[in-house]
C-alpha cells in the first residue's frame, strides 16, 4: 500500500502561484511515475504532469512554460509549482503514483487538493 499525502491549494488570483506538495509513504518500488491530475466540475480528470523516478517528465500542453514539476526522491515526494495561474486551471488537483511490478500493475491516488483561481 502507498499513501499519498498532498498539500498546498487554495484560493489565488488570475496570474498568481501556488505550490503543491505531495508525499508517499508506504511500500515505494521503483521506477515508478509521480504525478498530478485535475478535475473541474463537470469534466473527466485529465493529467497535468507526470515525472518519473528517473527524471522524465510529461506536461499537458495547456500548463507547458507555467507549471514545473518537481521531485525529491529522497524523500519520495513530488510538487507542483503553478504559475501564470488562470481560471480555467480551477479544479481539485490529484496526486498519482505508479508502479509496474513483476506480475502486477499499481496506481494510487491522493485524497485531492482544491485550486481555485479567481478572475
Known amino acids: 500500500q502507498v499513501q499519498l499525502v498532498e498539500s498546498g491549494g487554495g484560493l489565488v488570483q488570475a496570474g498568481g502561484s501556488l505550490r503543491l506538495s505531495c508525499a508517499a509513504s508506504?511500500?515505494?518500488?521503483?521506477?515508478?511515475?509521480m504525478g498530478w491530475y485535475r478535475q473541474a466540475p463537470g469534466k473527466q480528470r485529465e493529467l497535468v504532469a507526470t515525472?518519473?523516478?528517473?527524471?522524465?517528465?510529461n506536461y499537458q500542453d495547456t500548463v507547458k512554460g507555467r507549471f514545473t514539476i518537481l521531485r525529491d526522491n529522497a524523500k519520495n515526494t513530488v510538487y507542483l509549482q503553478m504559475n501564470s495561474l488562470e481560471p480555467e486551471d480551477t479544479a481539485v488537483y490529484y496526486c498519482?503514483?505508479?508502479?509496474?511490478?513483476?506480475?502486477?500493475?499499481?496506481?494510487?491516488w491522493g485524497q485531492g487538493t482544491q485550486v481555485t483561481v479567481s478572475s
Open positions: 515525472m518519473s523516478s528517473s527524471g522524465s517528465s
Open positions: 508506504g511500500s515505494i518500488f521503483s521506477p515508478n511515475v
Open positions: 498519482n503514483y505508479k508502479y509496474w511490478g513483476v506480475f502486477k500493475f499499481y496506481e494510487y
